[in-house]
């Protein structure tokens, strides 16, 4: 019989053991740990504080943790980590950081299996779950395969309107993958899986359902589907119970999604008497103000900036992304190694350091007509990669500054203000906000809340609560100084 020790974790002191030899990745999953890189000890973010006894340490990951700026002596990478001894651990929970991933929903009178699905435009993040327990079974992570056939949604819109075909093929392709990353979540136990709650933003929605996606394309941007759809597993084509309820959570409106609704119930805003907001930047940068007594939302075409899209050697936050760049000019590049490119967070930091610099002036300029504006040999920006930042974070502050507005409140009046998705867990908030992203926000306002899209969509996988408080809509283009104060938010101030 295989040996066994103990292995406390802080700061909940939850106690689990682990057999001797296993990896900390396998027994801090089900605590729903994030593994960027997919566990190659790549990325350094799962990484675990030792507080007490012994866990080994290979020259590999002391080389790595020390790169990252983290102390040896202190720190372990949960997926180069094997479980030698007992040990006392703590989770780290960065600066303003709120750790959703982890959050416990359950329902002690359910048993079976729940699967929590984001169906993201650019990754596909699928989580089974105990109903009874809350426990986290299983984590799975795959890009959207619909990339194949357009980088960012607008592509795949213009590509499933060439027709019917086209658009049908769209549908298969993400029920398809989905379906196999469910029955890789189930992990062999198909049969005990009772519930599958998806959510998606608008575009995602439509495509999985199989809606025509035409009303998006072209103004007044409207459809008549936003509503919950419920589907059957032969229906999709999926190995589960017919018993099995499945179904994609409702839209709030045609451009805010209901991963933007699954947040909102997370976090409870409809509970909370202190006005709080939610901040999701993508292409279709959303954004949510709201207390106990009024919730408005919106909308804003951020553009694929801060998805590394039309940057001239802008990529995914993959290996060889810079990620980071730091007050002297160096650079963090994901798994190590030569840059290809640079991500979003990266794409912050760089625009910080050189504005910092003195190199791009307030408009947006470059000072020396001549810079370069090299951060490696290999990877340097452009000025209209400058100009693409540009539009992004003035389309994210004009939305947030006009719905404060029509609410009647200003930033300062906001509680907290959540920064959820993968970019808002990993930028550099306090660059992002001298950049002039959320004005008249302060860092201590800032909550880093990870993956709110799917920790809501876990809660209602426990509990079946209706998601849908009144949401009103504001539509940017009817304020009548969208225009004034999207011009003003292009400049850095």
């Known amino acids: 019989m295989a040996k066994t020790y103990t292995i406390r974790i802080e700061p909940e002191g939850k106690v689990l053991q682990a057999e001797a030899g296993a990896l900390f990745s396998e027994i801090l999953r089900p605590e729903g740990m994030a593994f960027p890189c997919g566990g190659k000890g790549l990325c350094g973010n799962c990484r675990i504080e030792l507080l007490e006894g012994e866990i080994g340490m290979d020259e590999t990951q002391r080389t790595l943790l020390m790169k990252k700026g983290y102390d040896p002596a202190r720190w372990r990478l949960a997926c180069r980590s094997k479980v030698t ?56 992570t795959a890009l959207n395969a619909q990339s194949a056939y357009g980088a960012d949604i607008i592509s795949r819109i213009a590509y499933a309107l060439e027709s019917a075909e086209k658009a049908t093929q769209l549908c298969q392709v993400i029920r398809k993958q989905v379906g196999e990353m469910v029955r890789h979540a189930a992990q062999g136990n198909e049969e005990a899986v009772r519930k599958v709650a998806l959510v998606g933003n608008s575009a995602m929605h439509h495509f999985f359902c199989g809606w025509d996606v035409k009303p998006l394309s072209a103004f007044p941007f409207q459809s008549s589907h936003n509503e919950a759809c419920e589907f059957t597993a032969s229906l999709l084509g999926w190995d589960l119970p017919e018993s099995c309820t499945i179904q994609f959570l409702p839209n709030i409106s045609h451009f805010v999604g209901s991963d933007i609704l699954a947040g909102i119930y997370h976090l409870d805003m409809q509970a909370s008497p202190a006005w709080n907001a939610l901040v999701d930047l993508g292409t279709n940068g959303e954004i949510v103000i709201g207390n106990q007594t009024r919730i408005a939302c919106t909308s ?54 050189f504005r910092t610099a003195g190199r791009i002036d307030e408009s947006g300029v470059l000072v020396n007509p001549n810079d370069t504006l090299s951060l490696t040999p ?52 306090s660059h992002a906000l001298a950049l002039g ?29 209706k998601v849908c408080p009144q949401i009103e809509h504001l539509a940017l283009e009817t304020v009548p100084d969208f225009q004034d104060s999207y011009c003003t938010h292009l400049f850095f101030f």
Request: net charge negative; charged share 15%.
């Open 437 to 465: 992203l959320l004005p008249d926000v302060t860092e201590t306002q800032i909550v880093q809340a990870g993956n709110t899209a799917l920790a809501g969509c876990k809660r209602f996988l426990a509990t079946g609560e």
């Open 85 to 140: 001894a007992p040990a006392v651990i703590r989770l780290p929970v960065e600066k303003n950081q709120i750790l959703t991933d982890r959050q416990i929903y359950r329902n002690e009178a359910e048993k079976g299996i729940g699967v929590a699905i984001d169906v993201g435009s650019t990754t596909l993040v699928v989580q089974s779950i105990d109903l009874q327990t809350g426990n986290i079974l299983s984590t799975q």
């Open 300 to 353: 804003t075409a951020a553009g694929p900036a801060f998805e590394g899209v039309h940057i001239a050697q802008g990529m995914r936050a993959t290996t060889g992304a810079i990620s980071h760049v730091h007050a002297n000019g160096s650079v963090d590049v994901i798994g190590g190694g030569e840059a290809k490119g640079i991500c979003g967070s990266g794409l912050i930091d760089a625009i910080h350091y």
């Open 378 to 429: 290999q990877v340097r920006l452009t000025e209209q990669d400058v100009r693409e930042f540009q539009l992004a974070k003035a389309a994210i502050a004009t939305g947030f500054q006009l719905l404060a507005a029509h609410i009647g409140i200003t930033p300062q009046d906001i509680s907290h203000v959540y920064v959820a998705g993968g970019l808002g867990h990993y930028a550099n908030i």
